[in-house]
């Protein structure tokens, strides 16, 4: 699980960055988005453009990593809080083979 860890510490530090860019590596060829009650499945592409909008209308004031461990499937799981200027996010994301599978920013 060492790998694993070091994937979620560095997942951690992009969305407390805000850093659509740099996740690039750790999402999937498809990830299921769910994003403010929008949930969709999307091609890599099209999941980096969505963060990167995300991240410039709701510009992180601190990504806080709160809890991670494994699912009955054998996959990665973490959540956190994504702390904007006024509001506070639940944030989970599956990783399978270190890659983001599903990734959901939702009100708590």
């Known amino acids: 699980m060492n790998g ?3 994937t979620i510490n560095i997942i951690s530090n992009l969305l407390e960055q ?3 860019s740099e996740l690039e590596p750790y999402l999937d060829e498809q990830v299921m988005l769910s994003i403010m009650d929008e949930e969709v499945q999307v091609p890599k592409a099209n999941a980096l453009a969505t963060l ?3 991240f410039l209308v709701n510009p992180p004031k601190s990504f806080s990593h709160k ?3 494994k699912s009955k ?3 990665i799981f973490a959540i ?3 702390k904007t200027e006024d509001t506070e996010l639940r944030t989970y994301y599956v ?3 270190n890659k983001i599978q599903e ?3 939702e009100i708590e």
């Open 52 to 54: 990167k909008d995300f």
């Open 95 to 97: 990783l399978k083979d």
């Open 4 to 6: 694993q860890t070091e």
């Open 103 to 105: 990734l959901c920013i």
């Open 18 to 20: 805000g850093n659509a």
């Open 67 to 69: 809890h991670d461990g």
């Open 80 to 82: 956190g809080a994504y």
């Open 73 to 75: 499937e054998g996959n």
